[in-house]
Structures are given as structure tokens and as C-alpha cells.
């Protein structure tokens, strides 16, 4: 019988989380894809389809940080699968 696989936010992208929700110059999708990682870090909790759409953003924007983007990286591995 296979076990189903469970995701949450490793300690490096909930190290990362944290940076940026402290960053007073991170932008809001930022701080919501964030805030969203940090929340699924002892959760089996998933990502929101706002905050998956904010995690989106950050991912495409240049301008995000590397701990911006891994945070990101980290809520949209954890969106709820569409059936």
C-alpha cells in the first residue's frame, strides 16, 4: 500500500520565509507567499489560491529576492492538486 506524501516547509525555506516577512522593503506577494510557507512549516495545511497566485508573481518578478523566491518556491509546492 503506498503511503500518500506529505508536503510542509523544509528549515531552510522557512529561514527564508522569516527574512522576508522581516524585510521592510519585500512587496506584499511577497510577504504573502511568505507568511503562507510559514504557516504550512508544522502544518499539514496548503497554500490558498491567493497566496499560490501571489507566490506566482514573485517567481516571475526579477526583482525578488532569493529568499523571496525560495519562500514562493516552497507555497506553490504546496497548493492543492485541481481533481
Given at each position: 500500500?503506498?503511503?500518500k506524501?506529505?508536503?510542509s516547509?523544509?528549515?531552510k525555506?522557512?529561514?527564508a520565509a522569516?527574512k522576508?516577512?522581516?524585510?521592510?522593503?519585500?512587496s506584499?506577494?511577497?510577504k504573502?507567499a511568505?507568511?503562507?510557507?510559514?504557516?504550512?512549516?508544522?502544518?499539514?495545511e496548503?497554500?490558498?489560491?491567493?497566496?499560490?497566485s501571489?507566490?506566482?508573481?514573485?517567481m516571475?518578478?526579477p526583482?525578488a529576492?532569493k529568499?523571496?523566491?525560495t519562500?514562493?518556491?516552497?507555497a506553490?509546492?504546496?497548493?492543492a492538486?485541481k481533481?
Amino acid at each position: 500500500m503506498a503511503m500518500k506524501k506529505s508536503e510542509s516547509t523544509g528549515g531552510k525555506a522557512a529561514s527564508a520565509a522569516a527574512k522576508v516577512l522581516k524585510d521592510p522593503k519585500a512587496s506584499k506577494d511577497s510577504k504573502m507567499a511568505a507568511a503562507s510557507a510559514l504557516t504550512q512549516s508544522k502544518s499539514k495545511e496548503t497554500t490558498s489560491a491567493k497566496a499560490a497566485s501571489a507566490a506566482a508573481k514573485v517567481m516571475k518578478d526579477p526583482k525578488a529576492s532569493k529568499d523571496a523566491k525560495t519562500a514562493a518556491a516552497s507555497a506553490l509546492t504546496q497548493k492543492a492538486k485541481k481533481k
